[in-house]
């Protein structure tokens, strides 16, 4: 289904901003907004809820890279 809503330039902004904090779409990140509210969230939704409220702490992509690498190769070991 796909859903036009108009926004002001300001919310359009705010929720751009929000959404790219939490590291998805805006549609994505509306998405989430009606599924809390109309009260059918999947874990992962419930996850970027809690996120939004207690924030998170950014990662290095190199070190993140690195560090997958190196619990792969454990793994195999």
């Known amino acids: ?3 036009n809503i108009n926004l002001s ?3 359009k902004y705010q929720s751009e901003q929000k959404a790219k904090y939490l ?3 805006l549609s994505a990140f509306v998405r989430l907004l009606l599924t809390r509210e ?3 969230m999947s874990e992962l939704d ?3 809820i809690q996120i939004e409220k207690d924030g998170f702490e950014k ?3 190199q070190d993140f890279k690195a ?3 190196n619990m792969i190769k454990d793994a195999d070991a």
């Open 67 to 69: 560090d997958l690498q």
């Open 46 to 48: 419930q996850r970027l």
């Open 1 to 3: 289904m796909r859903i």
């Open 59 to 61: 990662v290095d992509y």
């Open 23 to 25: 590291g998805v779409s």
């Open 38 to 40: 109309a009260g059918q």
């Open 9 to 11: 330039d300001e919310l």
